[in-house]
């Protein structure tokens, strides 16, 4: 079965700092892959997905991009983080295109 | 478009205790997938279980069971002989089949509160 490795696990950081957070996936070959945001309150926002490398789609409009430069590799960005910017982190995916497994998360504070 | 509903935002119990969480879900497409996971404290989403709309059988695996009834649009999930480290967030989703992208109707989710 398939494993998503997300990293870091916690991220301080300031306000107008730029942000990179990874995610890999072991054990499949071209997956679907995701970017979910978990604000407090607990409901998963979609924020991109993949379905192939250099290929995004955006579910929603912000201060976030992603990129897919490797089958397995799918990276979260921002030139400039806001406050608004803070949240819980899950990344998605698997070979198993109907079933998506979730990494640990990163949870991102931004001060 | 889809929606899922779970009414339930949290649900305390005793262990021991019997504890359902409800979802209901609504689409217009009759090929889906329904899904459940778990989120524990530290956040990862564990998959629970996958259920395809042709079928409708209800599935138990030790303290879980799902029941799934297209009549009513529901895919409620129920566990016996709670434990504290059944404590965590629990979602429903529904996928439709084909589209290539899979991408997820998620509900609310259901805070399970387990008391020792």
């Known amino acids: 079965s398939q494993t998503i490795h997300q990293w870091p696990a916690t991220l301080v950081q300031p306000v107008g700092s730029p942000l990179s957070l990874e995610c890999t996936v072991e054990?499949?070959?071209?997956?679907?892959l995701y970017w979910y945001r978990q604000a407090a309150g607990r409901g998963l926002q979609l924020l991109f997905y993949s379905v192939g490398i250099g290929q995004i789609s955006s579910e929603v409009p912000q201060n976030l991009s992603a990129s897919r430069p490797q089958d397995r590799q799918f990276i979260l960005s921002s030139k400039k983080l806001l406050l608004s910017d803070s949240g819980f982190y899950l990344c998605?995916?698997?070979?198993?295109?109907?079933?998506?497994?979730f990494g640990p998360g990163t949870r991102l504070l931004v001060l | 478009a889809q929606k899922v509903t779970q009414a339930q935002t949290e649900i305390s119990v005793v262990e021991k205790e019997d504890v359902t969480l409800d979802c209901v879900y609504e689409?217009?497409?009759?090929?889906?997938?329904l899904f459940w996971y778990k989120q524990p404290p530290s956040g990862e989403l564990v998959f629970l279980i996958r259920r395809n709309s042709f079928d409708e059988q209800n599935e138990i695996s030790g303290r879980y069971s799902w029941n799934f009834q297209k009549s009513t649009s529901s895919f409620n999930f129920t566990i016996t002989a709670s434990q504290v480290v059944d404590s965590a967030v629990y979602f429903c989703?529904?996928?439709?089949?084909?589209?290539?992208?899979?991408?997820?109707?998620f509900g609310r989710g259901t805070s399970l509160i387990v008391h020792p």
């Open positions: 054990g499949t070959s071209n997956p679907n």
């Open positions: 689409t217009r497409d009759t090929t889906y997938y």
């Open positions: 989703a529904l996928t439709l089949r084909g589209g290539g992208s899979y991408i997820p109707t």
């Open positions: 998605a995916g698997g070979g198993d295109w109907e079933t998506q497994y």
